[in-house]
């Protein structure tokens, strides 16, 4: 009896390998065709996944009930995916777009899951992105900043953090939302940024990642937006990043996918939460260096000036610096909040991929991708929320090893045909990267 349960394993472990039986199924099914022929299922189905996510916003059925609070989430995940995928709405849908969110925030600040409803910051994230993916005068200046603000302040916590909602949770997740919604709309300040990275750093846990609040365990989902969040409020190099980072590079799994937590299965929405907390840190090297005791030897070899300027406003000579804002390790720099999305994009990239993008691509396409649309894993169903953070994962993928945002992937880069190629995204917002330049241009006349 012992023997019996010992070979039957755990539930966990039955469940992993039920899932590696499955994807080895496929991966296998695909390498006995001939290669002239596999990359037809390397393809991303670009006119099916297009055609579902139009109807999804167009039309969604009575199941779709229960995310009722969550309508704006709903039109960030379509909208999101149908800009990776290079394509827009038509004018008459995009007006309607806009009015719908319009009617979704509050007179008072915020955004709510639909008319009527409470505003709440996951919402308003959804919302502001929303609106920043359809771009254009109209559809930004239908966000009332000033109110929104507000709102934000009335979400702060003692503790540092943020609740979600009135009376609502404080956790990371809170944190990024409220600083990313602030960054991109140019109205962060020191009132909603004070004492957030210590609730952040209260939150990172010994195995490296960062849980949703202190005392629980890491998680994917929560570690891109405590490391994003410390990226915008100018504060990184507070949290342990090589441990960091020794944590996300064993999440990606035999599969070629990322799992969110320790000893969970693969999903394939973590190949952007996960993927994009690995993207992130590449931009980072010299606060890495810095804590291993490397930044010297490394800040030598930058050929690039720009790029050694702007490293430099993170760990040296910092006596030089004149004005308002902290640097990363100490002392006052010149980068102003308003452009540290901007001073990231433009960083180039000086640690190379610090995960598999090939066996991540191919997870991707062979196991999350349908005939239309993506899912979690072979067995699943697809949905819009998949198909949103799977393409957001292929386009980190993409993009991963281009020196920096202008240029382009090489070939060998992309799996499968260069036709894959989606548009690139800023990681710190997950918007399309030409959205955020628009949003960023718009928003700093104010």
Request: charged content about 20%; proline content about 4%.
């Amino acid at each position: 009896m012992e023997s019996s349960r010992k070979a039957r394993g755990t539930k966990t472990q039955e469940e992993q390998w039920m899932v590696e039986n499955d994807v080895g199924q496929i991966y296998s099914s695909v390498s006995s065709i001939p290669p002239n022929a596999q990359s037809v299922f390397l393809e991303i189905r670009r006119d099916n996944h297009i055609q579902y996510l139009m109807h999804g916003l167009n039309n969604l059925g009575p199941s779709f009930s229960t995310l009722d609070a969550n309508r704006p989430w709903i039109c960030y995940w379509i909208l999101h995916s149908i800009a990776l995928l290079g394509d827009s709405l038509d004018e008459e849908l995009e007006h309607s777009t806009i009015e719908f969110l319009s009617r979704c925030q509050d007179p008072d600040g915020g955004y709510g899951g639909g008319p009527g409803q409470m505003p709440h910051l996951a919402t308003t994230y959804a919302a502001v992105n929303s609106l920043i993916t359809l771009g254009g005068p109209k559809s930004l200046s239908s966000i009332n900043r000033g109110k929104l603000r507000a709102f934000l302040l009335r979400m702060k916590d003692a503790s540092g953090g943020f609740r979600m909602h009135d009376g609502g949770e404080v956790d990371v997740r809170a944190c990024y939302t409220a600083i990313s919604v602030a960054s991109v709309l140019n109205i962060l300040d020191d009132e909603l940024t004070q004492n957030v990275g210590d609730y952040i750093l209260s939150c990172q846990t010994y195995e490296g990642g960062i849980a949703g609040e202190p005392g629980s365990e890491a998680h994917g989902g929560y570690t891109f937006c405590g490391l994003a969040a410390m990226i915008l409020i100018n504060e990184v190099h507070r949290l342990d990043l090589p441990c960091l980072i020794d944590w996300v590079v064993f999440r990606q799994g035999v599969e070629g996918g990322f799992q969110g937590r320790t000893n969970k299965l693969v999903d394939g929405c973590y190949s952007f939460w996960q993927g994009g907390v690995a993207v992130i840190v590449q931009k980072l090297h010299s606060v890495i260096c810095e804590q291993l005791g490397l930044s010297k030897v490394l800040d030598s070899e930058c050929d690039s000036e720009s790029y050694h300027d702007y490293e430099t406003s993170d760990i040296s000579d910092v006596e030089e610096c004149t004005v308002e804002t902290s640097c990363p390790l100490g002392g006052t720099c010149h980068r102003r909040k308003e452009d540290i999305g901007v001073d990231f994009i433009s960083n180039k990239r000086a640690i190379a991929p610090i995960f598999s993008s090939m066996h991540l691509q191919q997870y991707l396409l062979l196991c999350s991708q349908e005939g239309a649309g993506f899912r979690d894993k072979p067995g699943k169903p697809r949905d819009h929320y998949h198909t949103c953070y799977c393409l957001s994962g292929l386009s980190v993928c993409q993009y991963c090893s281009s020196a920096d945002a202008d240029s382009p992937p090489l070939a060998r880069d992309i799996l499968g045909p260069y036709s894959n190629l989606l548009e690139q995204l800023h990681p710190l917002y997950n918007l399309v990267l030409d959205r955020y330049y628009e949003a960023h241009d718009f928003f700093s006349k104010f």
